[in-house]
């Protein structure tokens, strides 16, 4: 079993672990005479480090794949402020030497709670087409399975397995003092709209070994279009769904990136399409910035490194360091 | 039966002859204290024009509604450099007085040689599944009869019945030399992609009277999703379509107006998508430009009236006269 | 007293009450040899209405002005499918006469309640700076008169006196699950930065007569500088307010429209900024969702009128009408 | 002679003077049954009115062109807070009755101290291929009338004959400093782009009548490529003009919009193209506001109308107007 | 004469041949105190391949220019994915001993039979100004020899001597179902504006050696101006072109490019510059996803890499791999 | 003393010096088993260069610090086109050893004269108030030792202590004809404006050692709004200064940047801050061409590297070679 974790590495160390390969590349030494050097990035569920297997490397080449585990014996450098393992030995793992749940970021948020917080979310549900399309959907040990294993996002926010799960949970209680303070608006579709705007997530991505990369079907359609169509199809297995309520839930699906730029197939036109975007962006937009502001904490820093999809740099706060961000 | 069009009306004419209501209001005389009369915009399958309602206007207007035909006598003045017809007499009239193809504009090309095309394009598609789908459709007599009746777009080209159809033929006949010309073009899924990309036109319009007006489906989900679904409904029909050609189809629909903030889902990400979404510009735009110079065609005018949705007037080639438009 | 209220008028009656004048002019009747006539707004707490004086228009436009309030005796007519009154008389209201909250839209709320949260809220502050700040504004009781008459905007949402503090409550209420949910999120600084954001928004507006409008400085600075600054020369105050917490303070309310297009001074940097501005759009928009579709909504309208800032129509959902938004 | 100018008129006076007619036409009576009015903009050097011929307007129409001049016998009245002048008489004046200088607002400055000034600069280029191509121009007396006539633009800033000189010479003036400034930056070509850069101007725009209109060559290929054909021109007809200089001064000409969104063939991708790009930005937005704010100069107002191509209103200093500009 | 070529090589090959000099640099081997090696990018009209001399690299550095065409003895290796060429000997190649067809690559198509298809093309065209300006233009021989070298971009499309003829023909070819699709289209005006739009384009380039490279006139003016010009000359040769016929022909060339932010100096404003406008949309575009699809085709890819310049991948649709590319 | 200074070494030469440390990091030697080297940036006043310090890199990285200076021995070498020094012996200096003014570019301009030429304008200043404010701010010593020290910019233009003097000056400089020019431009505003817009820099930066770089408040705050303040606030010490001139102050320095995406906090809304915007722009940009051009003037060279803020390379006139900026 795994005993030592990319988290708690120190430049000295010694390694004899199980990780996971995030990316793997034949690369030159630098006196090209002397061939090429194996380079790794190993992962587990606490991080992941860049690691050099030196004249072993195109020897064993061959044997790891990305998305594989291997058994690696090593020391821990450091190089360019950064730490690297130097890999004396490694091999492909057995699936019994290892526990994957040691190897992939997860949620920290026990599964089983957050599935029975949504089904109480849809006993709550008074309309009565909703709540039967929400136990179609949630009842169904197949998309639940799936649903255990979806991010959010596949880097933004929630960028792990059981992150979906937190982003649906957590918008739910976000929703609660809205609904309070907004009598016009409907709580069932409320409800119904967070638990399904995001269910085409589940077919964006997919596993690739223990990794997570987007599908053909996810990049040619995208998660909204995916969406709409796994509620639609659910939707008419019910004789009876009402057609206008089936055409308002859909509406908050295809609209909840909220402008065409940010991938909204329409702009929100009813008051529960405008509570379901912002309520995505306040929960998505808060924790991008607390996982950034987290992964940038460290001793003596006052700013994180210049983050390029968000254009900026967060202030930590505490003593000021150069960024590379433009002030002029 | 109709005798007199509105194309053919000049001041100082008498009238008597059948037309639809395309608009209608109660407005209050200058003088308030003669009360309102009724303004009207009356149209046939070659134009419309305003129409006034004097003294009876209150005690007609119950009987008039959008959408209906109206018997009229009464006579043309010119008003503001346009004509407007001031009514005598004014009664809803019955549906055995009137052809209705007299009181719609409609395509002015033959419907059913227009199917005909489209059917010889399927028989020349070699792929079978693809094939089979389109047979699936355009075999189908209630989708023909939709067909038949709907405009490519509501205002900015091919806006009539027959207009999508028009659409369809027309861009079979632009893609002829490009596929000559594009060896790594595929046709087959060129050809379905040209015939199947608008089909959500079908439920984005519907008619209101003899009037075409959005759906609220239209503008709540819109055609493009719409058309996607309705291609995604057959082919789950069929037990052995290939996965990725349907992947292929459908990301050709979803991406074929190009760009997000034109109304694409996604952008075109393989080269069938890029070419129908090229050819469906150069159809629509030279179409729109087209009915806007030939809309715009008088004596003596050199520019169009200023077009607010393409932001300038078009040149029409004789003596010039100012624009509004700015040139600074 | 005042005794009939707009919201409560229908065509056909009398009526003998006392409103508020959003706007009068002098306009000329379309027979121009009959003169001018006055062209008046009216309003009270319950909405607005037009109205005319005919014959004697020219004779009181000189008793009339903006903001000022008025008795009238009339009678509603319809127009154009809206209702005005047309007035027999008109005087200038003595102040005795009339109660000014029946003549101004103000929160339903009750305003000393919500004052009370907010003490409430200012109490559970931990941090004894941020703490002290707080009493330093809304323990001011100048500053508390100012914030019950203040609108949170002049037309976008809460846009009435006490919707400011509306905004500030409801945004209290929104950060308690958010706060929950983010433990990397500092509760003090958010419930500060809540409270003290829109402050300049009191300098920004003023009243002429019993109407809000901008003053220069709104215009020429902006509530976010306005606000800024009353923040900084409160804090000069207190000799030992530590500078990094002013500053992680000031960059909140600089941020707090999170765009340079959409009037941020900075765009958020930390993490309390983002989530100050993600729940003030939240709150905002769903305001003004809500605020529109209760506008619109009339027996037999499925759509409202269209929004030209919203740049939509939104949909209420029951019989369909035409809009006049572009849908090709 | 005219001896009443548009400027000095109040609401009662008596008129009889000629004017420029700057717009016509005729238009219905509010009852209908009256006809026809004729609707007239009147114009001259000092500004323009609204006038209006009731019952003869019919009948003198035919008799008036956009453009012309004609001599009015009337009265001026007050009409929703702006003057009309109500025509009792009109006929089209003879050319030896009135002056064009009158009729025309053209620019307050002498405009051959200006040619003189242009002269002198002239004479100041040492580079002789420079100085030779800007004595073809400005030797060229046909040139020379057409400059006298031209407007910098049409609506922007100087935007009346003698406008073209005006911007001309000032950015010569604003030149001094900068060249004082900037060794590295080429004098003589500065001065040679500042002279040339708006050549076109003379091509885009001509008299109408006595009105300024742009050319159908206007606006097909616009004033920037109009200027470099001209420049180009006169290039040629020098055997022995650098190559690498006339390259230089076209890129000034091409470039001097300064971005592709306003109107530039090309970004400044040299000194002296961005030294000549932001001088005619300053010289000509400091003109346009100072105009706008000189033409919204009234007792008691501190802000101008909405300006709709600038988006806002402009802060003349006084008690505080409502302006319609938002500010939520 | 050359007997291998880039496409054909593998690691291991040993290789002797002539290969055209792409880029040359010296660079330090990484162990510094060895000194320096020179790195090649060395072409032929197949393809590119990085080639590294190592020891004897600043011996022969100052013999090797870029553009030119050098012998090589040396052997192909494998390095990070991709191949590259050690060098053992390398001079300059004397210009009997090559053939410059086999180092540069050019049109695939013959470039008579194109010439031929345009001489055809104006021969069909009826308006005998336009025919004159064209047989000028094409009867030219410098002209036709700048045209047989010219590419249709540097990089997008058609980026090889002989891709402007190419983009010509096709262009007519697509012409072709337009002009009976729109009979108000001027077939005359159309097929000058796809023979002359890009003219420009053969003084926008200029071979350096073998390579192609912008001019400077190319960055400073551009081909929209540098075409308008040219055509600009020819009709001026002509003493009775109609001016109309010149304005629509030039308007046609300064908007080809469609918006402003994509070059066009003005946009469409006439039928025939729309539609010549999205035929080059059409064309250009559909080859450029064609080239990229065929660049990303290797065995076992579903998708091309990412490009920078079109911001997403391609889809070829086989197995799936991930792609730089964001899906958030 | 400082003898050698980075503009003036060659290849070749022996090198023993002071230098400023702008940048320092220990990186591995491509043969990892070699351990690290120092890798450095040092500068003087002249401009900077890369250096190495191989074996000893380890030992004397920890004395060596960002912005501290050293005293180095080594020789100079080229690599890659550039030079760099190869040190063999390398120790922090004392403060006596050197003379700052050597270590750091400043302005070349005789920064006393530049504050005389201030104060000369101060002394113009007709309107009291605004001179006392002025003379609050330039006649106290502490503000004058700040602005003796802080550049314009941090990278675009007058990068450098001293800078922001100039700027200073060179605007008061350019106002003087545009002033001549414009009657209605208010000379003391203007003059007060251009000495105050960019006070906010002073506190926007701050010295690491001898390097420039921003504040936690200058990026948090930004330097308009620290710039407005430190102005309120001294007018806040004034009891009698009239708040329209405060307003009208104020408003010059948050709308200096001229539109929301380039940083202003309003648009301009006056004529002076019009006209101050535009000459802000005028200084910086052509300071910021004239930088660039200068910077890459070399031997040979027609075109400056491409700049990515700019998007462009600029043209500096000899021969053509190519650049990386895309011409397609």
Redesign the interface.
């Known amino acids: 079993m795994k005993s030592q974790f990319v988290a708690d590495l120190n430049p000295g160390d010694a390694v004899l672990s199980f990780f996971r390969v995030r990316f793997q ?8 005479s002397k061939g090429q050097y194996l380079s790794l990035i190993l992962a587990d569920r606490t991080g992941e480090m860049p690691a ?1 297997v ?1 004249e072993q490397g195109p020897a064993v080449a061959g044997q790891i794949a990305r998305g594989s585990v291997v058994k690696v014996r090593g020391k821990v450098e450091a ?3 950064r730490q690297q393992l130097i890999v004396a030995r490694i091999r492909p793992a057995e699936e019994e030497e290892y526990d994957p749940a040691d190897l992939v970021r997860t949620s920290e948020r026990d599964v089983e709670a957050m599935l029975d917080a949504i089904r109480e979310a849809i006993t709550a549900v008074a309309e009565p087409h909703l709540q039967s399309l929400l136990h179609s959907f949630f009842g169904d040990e197949e998309f639940r399975a799936a649903l255990r294993q979806a991010p959010a ?4 926010h929630h960028a792990y397995p059981g992150g979906l799960l937190e982003h649906m949970v ?1 918008m739910l ?2 929703a ?3 609904l ?3 009598p ?2 409907d709580a069932d579709l409320l409800t119904a709209g967070i638990l399904l705007h995001d269910v085409g997530r589940v077919a ?1 991505f997919r596993l ?1 070994g223990l990794d997570i ?10 998660h ?2 995916l969406g ?2 796994m509620v ?1 199809e659910r939707i008419a297995q019910f004789a009876d769904f009402p057609e ?1 309520l089936a ?2 839930l ?2 908050m699906i ?1 609209s909840h990136h909220g402008r ?2 940010w ?1 909204a ?7 529960a399409a ?2 379901l975007h ?2 995505n ?3 998505g ?3 991008r ?2 996982a950034l ?2 992964e940038g904490r460290e001793p003596g820093r ?2 994180t490194d210049y983050d390029p ?1 968000l ?5 930590l ?1 505490r003593e ?1 360091l ?2 590379e ?4």
């Open positions: 590349r034949l690369e030159p030494f630098r006196d090209p050099r030196w190089y360019r402020g996002t596949l880097r933004l957590d209680a976000l609660c003092p809205l309070s303070l907004t016009e608006l964006e690739s990369v987007p599908t053909d079907e996810g990049r040619l359609v995208g909204v279009v709409d169509r639609s206008p055409l308002r859909r509406h295809l065409a730029e991938g197939v329409q702009p929100p036109r009813t008051l405008a509570a912002h309520l962006e306040l929960n937009q808060v924790s910035f607390a502001a987290g006052a700013w999809r254009r900026r740099s967060l202030y706060g000021p150069d960024a961000e433009d002030t002029d």
